[in-house]
C-alpha cells in the first residue's frame, strides 16, 4: 500500500468547515483512498472512498487532486462529535487483506 | 445485534493466566479482522479470517497470541500466559465479501484488557 502523510493535529471551530490533508504521492492507479474516524472509546468508523472522482454521503466530501498525490477529507460543518482521530488510509481495492491504519489526524473541535 | 459484539467489554487479568475474547461478526460477513490498540497508540494488525480460515496472521506478536473462527461467524482470540505488555483494548470488525464493500470494516467497541 502506498504510504500517506497526515498533520498530528487540527483544530476546528463548532460550524465551520472542517478540511483534513491526506498526502499519498506515491499512490498507484488501482489504489483507492480511504478514510475512517475514531471517536475516543470507540472502534474506528468508515467514513468514505474514492478512487479519482471526488464522493459526497451524508457525512462528509472527499476531493481528490487531479495526480492524485494528495486528497482533502472536508466535514462541512463540524460539531463537537465531530472530535475523533481521521485516518486516511490508500489501498488497493478488493485485495483481501487487513487495513493498515497508521497515527491519523486528531481533530479538535472547539465550541 | 446490528453490529459487531465483542465480549467482555473490559477484562482484568493477572500476569501468567490465559485468556479469551469473543467477537461476534454482522451475520453475513465473511471476512473478520483482529486489532490490537495500546494506549494513546495507533491501531496495530493482528489477524485476519476470510471464513473460517485466516490467509494473513503476520501481526500476532507472539506464539502466545491465537485465534479461531468456526461457522464464518463468532471468532475467539486467546493469549496465553498473559503479559503486562499485553494490556490494550482489543478491537475486531467485519466487512462483507462482495466486491467494493470488502474495505468497508464495521468495528465493535473493542475488550479492554488489563493484566496486573
Known amino acids: 500500500d502506498a504510504k500517506t502523510t497526515q498533520p498530528t493535529s487540527m483544530d476546528c471551530a463548532e460550524g465551520r468547515a472542517a478540511n483534513l490533508p491526506c498526502n499519498h504521492s506515491?499512490?498507484?492507479?488501482?489504489?483507492?483512498v480511504y478514510w475512517y474516524r475514531q471517536i475516543h472509546s470507540q472502534g474506528p468508523q468508515y467514513i468514505i472512498h474514492?478512487?479519482?472522482n471526488n464522493e459526497t454521503n451524508e457525512m462528509a466530501s472527499l476531493i481528490i487532486t487531479e495526480d492524485r498525490k494528495s486528497s482533502t477529507l472536508i466535514l462541512p460543518h463540524a460539531t463537537l462529535r465531530d472530535t475523533a482521530v481521521y485516518y486516511c488510509?490508500?489501498?488497493?481495492?478488493?485485495?483481501?487483506?487487513?487495513?493498515?491504519f497508521g497515527k491519523g489526524t486528531s481533530l479538535l473541535v472547539t465550541p | 445485534g446490528a453490529g459487531v459484539s465483542q465480549s467482555p467489554s473490559n477484562k482484568v487479568t493477572e500476569k501468567g493466566k490465559d485468556v479469551e475474547l469473543r467477537c461476534d461478526p454482522i451475520?453475513?460477513?465473511?471476512?473478520l479482522y483482529w486489532y490490537r490498540q495500546r494506549l494513546g497508540q495507533g491501531l496495530e494488525f493482528l489477524i485476519y479470517?476470510?471464513?473460517?480460515?485466516?490467509?494473513?496472521k503476520s501481526g500476532l506478536p507472539s506464539d502466545r497470541f491465537s485465534a479461531e473462527r468456526t461457522g464464518e461467524s463468532v471468532s475467539t482470540l486467546t493469549i496465553q500466559r498473559t503479559q503486562q505488555e499485553d494490556s490494550a483494548v482489543y478491537l475486531c470488525?467485519?466487512?462483507?465479501?462482495?466486491?467494493?464493500?470488502?474495505?468497508?470494516?464495521?468495528f465493535g467497541s473493542g475488550t479492554q484488557l488489563s493484566v496486573l
Open positions: 488510509i490508500v489501498r488497493v481495492i478488493n485485495s483481501g487483506y487487513a487495513l493498515n
Open positions: 506515491t499512490i498507484s492507479g488501482n489504489e483507492y
Open positions: 479470517f476470510q471464513g473460517n480460515s485466516a490467509p494473513d
Open positions: 451475520s453475513g460477513h465473511t471476512a
Open positions: 474514492g478512487l479519482k
Open positions: 470488525a467485519s466487512s462483507p465479501a462482495f466486491l467494493g464493500a470488502r474495505e468497508k470494516l464495521f
